[in-house]
């Protein structure tokens, strides 16, 4: 089966880095459009907000609450997407998940897959 799991959170200062990854297992197709959306504390599953996306041929869209400061990218051989987080902020504080628009696994396609989600504090 397909998997999505996210790793690289953490706690951290304003200011500080991080980077999270998003390895995409028992898939090896990667024609599709990955992002990462967050969970803000209070916040229920619909009210995810949409981070950042990036296309197969590498086309990248930023919510403006983090354009300039976060940078999406990915590795299709190793079916792996990052978001390099710097200069972050407390209001930044939420779990990120990873999301792919479709994958496909024997001989199906399925549509709008979440990983598990990982934390991400920052104290002010």
């Known amino acids: 089966q397909v998997q999505l799991v996210e790793s690289g959170g953490g706690l951290v200062q304003a200011g500080e880095s991080l980077r999270l990854s998003c390895v995409v297992s028992?898939?090896?197709?990667?024609?599709?459009?990955m992002g990462w959306f967050r969970q803000a504390p209070g916040k229920q599953r619909d009210q995810r907000e949409l981070?950042?996306?990036?296309?197969?041929?590498?086309?990248?869209h930023y919510a403006d609450t983090v354009k300039g400061r976060f940078t999406i990218s990915r590795d299709n051989g190793k079916m792996t997407v990052y978001l390099q987080m710097d200069s972050l902020k407390p209001e930044d504080t939420a779990v990120y998940y990873c999301?792919?628009?479709?994958?496909?696994?024997?001989?199906?396609?399925?549509?709008?897959?979440w990983g598990q989600g990982t934390q991400v504090t920052v104290s002010s």
């Open positions: 028992g898939s090896t197709w990667s024609d599709n459009t």
């Open positions: 999301h792919a628009d479709k994958v496909y696994y024997k001989s199906t396609y399925y549509y709008g897959y």
């Open positions: 981070v950042a996306t990036i296309t197969s041929g590498g086309t990248t």
